[in-house]
């Protein structure tokens, strides 16, 4: 987004303007975090096959998505819906892993 794109309409009180401002950054850091998150999460969900990264790439992810949490950038129920998406994903690339064997 172009910097015109975000005027936003700031208050009479110097108050009114830092929040404003304060929201803007807030705003941006959140996104930030947003993104790290979801592409830690399609790292792990996209594995084709078990290597030896992937279980750092799992405990990566999980402590991205519970610092979003303690953030309040992400509600505790998407953050164990998606770990836990992600740990069947990682049991099913070592079962078979171990059916290959």
Do not use: W
């Not at 096959?49 to 992810?61: G, L």
């Not at 998505?65 to 129920?77: E, P, R």
């Amino acid at each position: 987004m172009a910097k015109e794109d975000k005027k936003i309409n700031f208050g009479d009180y110097p108050s009114s303007r830092k929040a404003a401002r304060k929201s803007l950054r807030k705003n941006a850091i959140n996104k930030m975090r947003i993104s790290k998150i979801k592409t830690a999460v399609k790292k792990v969900l996209k594995a084709h096959e078990k290597t030896s990264s992937i279980r750092e790439d799992f405990i990566n992810a999980q402590k991205l998505i519970m610092s979003g949490t303690s953030k309040k950038v992400i509600s505790m129920n998407k953050a164990s819906r998606t770990v836990s998406a992600m740990a069947r994903k990682l049991k099913l690339l070592n079962s078979a892993q171990m059916s290959k064997s």
